[in-house]
């Protein structure tokens, strides 16, 4: 379907249908081949079967499966959202297709009608005027297909096509998962982002996420063995030895008490036996 993406980006800067069609297919062409190549590649280095697939059009859509099937998304198999996916793919451009066709036999018949929108802002609507009766089967498509059964279609398509690359980048790139996978959904670049990680060995994220949580736990006890965590870190320093209870303060009358006033209590002066300095004045 990056085909119609590509088309209509073309669309914006020019008006003719078949220049959209040659700019779309030329883009088309360069991201497909790149994503095929990065397929080709996975296959050939995982061992897959029917490797053919990754350079053909809706089969490289369920390929994308196949090479994803290390992981899985809610507990479905990544080859059975690959089919899924194929499959609405196919349906989406045959109704694509079948759309244009009918556009080029009715085009003819298409008039702008100008429409006020809000505040003197005029938008055109596009309708069928005076169209023959034995092209109703065209007008009908032209009005409704793309309108309401193609955008449901491709709901539906996307939903499975953002399983599916969850699956893969998962698969190759499980660090960057969520970014990879958001850029395939919003820009049509997704054989790119292919090649990019084409090299990449494929794990199952489970199994990564495990890894991962057991290299954590292991720097975390090195950590604690560096800081000798298991006992007092600062038990050879000052603060475990208090540097008071050694020097003049605690030893002034000749013990080991501590109390850096502790001559002010009689027992240092040979006059004050009780344990006030003011004594003395008691009489």
């Excluded at 088309?7 to 991201?31: D, H, T």
């Excluded at 990564?208 to 298991?230: K, P, T």
Aim: aromatic letters at 20%; one cysteine or more.
């Amino acid at each position: 379907m990056d085909f119609f993406e590509y088309a209509s980006l073309a669309g914006e800067f020019v008006n003719n249908v078949w220049v959209q069609f040659i700019v779309g297919g030329l883009c088309f062409a360069i991201v497909f081949i790149f994503e095929a190549i990065a397929l080709f590649t996975v296959a050939v280095r995982s061992g897959y079967r029917h490797k053919w697939m990754a350079f053909v059009p809706f089969f490289n859509t369920y390929y994308i499966g196949v090479c994803a099937q290390k992981n899985r998304f809610y507990n479905i198999d990544a080859k059975k959202i690959g089919l899924v996916t194929a499959i609405f793919e196919a349906v989406l451009f045959a109704g694509y297709v079948l759309y244009y066709v009918a556009y080029f036999l009715v085009m003819k018949y298409e008039v702008a009608v100008p429409t006020e929108v809000f505040n003197g802002l005029t938008v055109y609507i596009y309708e069928l005027r005076n169209c023959p009766q034995e092209l109703a089967w065209a007008a009908w498509i032209y009005n409704y297909l793309n309108r309401f059964i193609l955008r449901f279609v491709d709901l539906v398509f996307l939903i499975f096509n953002i399983a599916l690359l969850i699956c893969f980048f998962q698969t190759y790139a499980c660090r960057r998962y969520v970014l990879f996978t958001i850029t395939s959904v919003l820009f049509p670049i997704q054989g790119i982002l292919f090649f990019i990680v084409r090299n990449n060995v494929g794990v199952n994220y489970r199994d990564f996420l495990r890894a991962e949580q057991a290299r954590q736990y292991a720097a975390y006890q090195n950590y604690q063995q560096q800081q000798n965590f298991n006992g007092n870190p600062y038990g050879r320093d000052g603060y475990n030895n208090n540097p008071y209870n050694n020097n003049g303060y605690g030893n002034r009358d000749g013990g080991a008490s501590g109390d850096p006033f502790g001559g002010l209590g009689g027992s240092g002066n040979g006059e004050n036996k009780g344990g006030s300095p003011f004594d003395e004045f008691d009489n």
